[in-house]
């Protein structure tokens, strides 16, 4: 086997361009399959990251009816000690009671649906975490016309800053990020920025009766912190809902979609708004393991009463993001499988080459006694040392682009990212941490190398050594 | 005793309109430790009747009967053991397996019957010697002349000590130098070792130094002459 093995890896270097050749497009290929899944696999996770772990959760405790008909008249009661038996149960991390239900705001002559989602301030830390996205800096006109005066930034730099005018921020690294700058080299403008720049908003206290607005929706609102704006909706069959909160504070939520709508509340106030008291549309989980939620799922449904209660999972909650991933992942996979498909034939028409190169040298192999089937393994050998060189190198190259912009998601700016918002994507394009899908490369080249042996193979077999002699 | 044995071996290709009788019924035994040149004009049938004894292509009728075995009674891979461990094989362009050195193509027939490697390193290192290559064992073959690859076709073709070493025009790609060089080592193995040659050739200086030399003419065979000591 050694032998062969030997004999092969000589063979390869024989027609050294050829096999670079092949080599190089099965390394641009494996390169451009990873960098691009990882792409697609990291953005689905974030996708889920953002609108399922920091905001709905993996798993939802409802009433039953609600699903189907999601109104306050649908809720849960004395919602405590289940609480306390989900956060106790195995596998879940975490478990928040929530109240979500859309109503009117308004605001001087504007007002628009919104989400209102009642919140245990305390808790809800662990799940969508609020605090964490709180606006502390706003790029407002006359900051911008500071920096313009009091600095000299670059032509791109001015740019930038002119078209991020009037948008919020929860840090300076953030700022910094948008306008192409290093954060380091954007120390020297914290002063400037701290001082004209602050935005003081507050997170919601236990039992606050304050609000805090997205910052999409407060821009269209024209509201801002200290402003009270008008919610006027339906509680819990069908009182009438009216209020006036004062904005606590702006949230910047990353989902665009979730940002022009987003209104938090603490639980207690909503309770009293909507006329639930004790009483809650859902109760929100995160687990230790999404991989185990089906079987959390099931798990959990199978202690509880039915008829009060049901868990359903992110994918039932949220079929659109379920329907948008999968359609995405199919489009891709489809992308990837025609780029395989033309690397195939590559590898396929080097091996017909080399067997019809080498027709002579094979027939004097049979000759002087070497069966047909070690001269296959030879063959089998010389394309999946081909094969693994293009691959691993193509892995090797892969391996720290992913991971850098794995531990530093790449964050796009300017044009490009309003693009990509006004899709209703977020602007960025994390990839997926290294795992599975780098195996499934190899495994997929593998299995190209081994199918593009075949008829080569059956070639070998049926070869006649007189003919193979006289070629 | 008799080494090969061929009983009205006959072939025809009918692939074309006419049909070719590039063998037409030969009848012939060779024995133990001769050094017999096949001879005849182009076209003659000399490869195709080699490649018959060789177990390399397959007679429209008659037998082929080496140390007893019928080859017609073997199927294809049976022939290419029979073939590894009782023929050895010299083609007119040399053949050398390019990836390996000189005595890496000496063992490779060897390594293939599963000899040890000490067995292996040890006679390939003596027949290369004996074919006068002693300093070239790690050539490989785009590094030497054809007279020098020939002469490795030589020692490969004895590494596996076959019952006897077929030679399909060994010389026809070498110059007169080489000939003579090739065609002395051969005549040394076989006077020396004993060893049974089939060769092959139209050049008449190589059908000097056979001891016996059958003629064949239309796939037939004209004359078989023995003659006594060689010259
Ligand atoms: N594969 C083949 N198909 C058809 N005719 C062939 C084939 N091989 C050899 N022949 C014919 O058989 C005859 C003998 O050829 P060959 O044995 O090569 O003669 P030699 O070696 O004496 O020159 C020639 O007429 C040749 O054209
Ligand atoms: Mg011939």
Known sequence: MNRLFKMAWRNIWRNRRRTLITAASIFFAVFFAIVMRSIQLGTYGHMISQSIEKFSGYLQLQNPEYFDEPSLDNFIENSDDIIKKLNATEGVKVAVPRIETFVLASSGHQS?????????????????????MLAKYKLTPEIVEKLLTETNLEKKQIELLKFNENKLYHDLDRLALDLGLNPSDFEQYHGLLNKYASYSGEYLSKNDDGILVSSRLATFLRSTVGDTIVLLGQGRYGATAAGLFPIRGIVRVPSPDLD???????????????????????????????????????????????????????????????????????????????????????????????????????????????????????????????????????????????????????????????????????????????????????????????????????????????????? | MKVI????????????????????????????????????????????????????????????????????????????????????????????IPVLTAKENTEFVMKLQGKSKVECEKRSKELLESVGLGERINARPNKMSGGQQQRVAVARALASKPK????????????????????????????????????????????????????????????????????
Request: hydrophobic share 45%.
């Open chain 2, 5 to 96: 044995e061929i009983d009205n071996l006959k072939k025809t290709y009918s692939e074309s309109e006419v049909e070719v009788h590039a063998v037409n019924g030969v009848t012939l035994d060779i024995e133990e430790g001769e050094f017999t040149a096949i001879v005849g004009p182009s076209g003659s049938g000399k490869t195709t009747l080699l490649n018959m004894i060789g177990g390399l292509d397959i007679p429209t009728s008659g037998e082929v009967i080496i140390g007893g075995s019928n080859m017609n009674h073997l199927n294809g891979s049976e022939l290419t053991d029979f073939r590894k461990n009782n023929i050895g094989f010299v083609f007119q362009a040399y053949n050398l």
């Open chain 1, 260 to 471: 022009n709508k987003l209104v938090y509340m603490s639980l207690s106030r909503a309770q009293i708004f909507l006329d639930m008291p004790d009483m809650l549309t859902s109760i929100a989980m995160n687990l230790d393991d999404n991989d185990d939620m089906f079987d959390i799922q099931a798990s959990i449904n199978s202690t509880l009463d039915k008829e009060k209660y049901v868990v359903k999972n992110w994918e039932e909650i949220n079929p659109t993001l379920k329907q948008q991933i999968d359609g995405d992942d199919k489009s891709g996979q489809m992308f990837l499988g025609i780029l395989y498909f033309i690397i195939f034939f590559g590898i396929f028409g080097t091996v017909m080459m080399m067997i019809a190169e080498r027709k002579r040298e094979f027939g004097v192999l049979v000759a002087i006694g070497m069966r047909k089937s070690k001269l296959a393994i030879i063959l089998v050998f010389e394309m999946l040392m081909v094969g693994f060189i293009g691959t691993v190198s193509g892995m090797l190259a892969a391996l720290p682009l992913v991971y850098s912009f794995y531990v530093n998601p790449f964050h796009i700016t300017g044009e490009m990212a309003k693009m990509y918002e006004d899709m209703g994507f977020e602007a960025v394009m994390p990839t997926a941490p290294v795992e599975g899908y780098f195996a499934i490369q190899g495994f997929i080249i593998l299995l190209m190398v081994i199918v593009a042996c075949i008829i080569p193979l059956q070639r070998i077999r049926k070869m006649k050594v007189m003919n193979a002699l006289r070629s």
């Open chain 1, 112 to 132: 628009k649906g919104v989400l209102v989602t009642g919140i245990d301030p305390e808790q809800e830390m662990f799940v969508s975490n609020p605090e964490h």
């Open chain 2, 164 to 231: 006897f070493v077929l030679a399909d025009e060994p010389t026809a790609n070498l110059d007169s130098k080489s000939t003579e060089t090739l065609l002395d080592i051969m005549e040394k193995l076989n006077k020396e070792e004993n060893i049974t040659f089939v060769f092959s050739t139209h050049d008449a200086r190589v059908v000097k130094k056979a001891r016996r030399v059958i003629t064949l003419e239309d796939g037939k065979i004209l004359s078989d002459v023995r003659k006594n000591g060689g010259e």
